[in-house]
């Protein structure tokens, strides 16, 4: 787990920029449908029910116990939700793709 930050609002992520925003789930469901399409196995009813339990396992792991988690956070429960659902072609998408990010960012911050 990465660092999370104790705030009352319930239902909060923290940016990789420091700003603390409503979670959205709508967008946890987007990326892995994203990822899904781009190995050809888009299937909206199983992105609808990862999505599910990642909230289920945010609500257990942060937002009942008031932390608000990082978007590292987040993504980690996503990669291990896509594993758990056995689509592990997804879930390397989704990490290269989150890789990929990582490093652009990375260099974005040289320049």
């Keep these: 787990m990465n660092k999370s930050y104790l705030l009352t ?6 940016k990789r920029d420091g700003r603390v925003v409503i979670y959205n ?9 994203n990822a899904m399409r781009s190995v050809g196995a888009e299937n909206a009813k199983k992105a609808t029910t990862i999505t599910g339990k990642v909230d289920e396992e ?3 792991e942060f937002f009942s116990i ?7 956070d987040i993504q980690d429960i996503v990669e291990r939700q896509l594993m ?10 989704y ?6 990010h990582n490093r652009m960012r990375n260099i974005n911050n040289l320049l």
């Design 84 to 93: 758990l659902h056995k689509i592990p072609d997804v879930a390397k998408a």
């Design 9 to 14: 609002n319930k239902n909060a992520s923290k």
């Design 25 to 33: 789930p709508s967008k946890i469901e987007q990326a892995i449908l």
């Design 95 to 100: 990490i290269l793709y989150r890789d990929l």
């Design 58 to 60: 945010l609500n257990r």
């Design 66 to 72: 008031d932390l608000v988690p990082t978007i590292e």
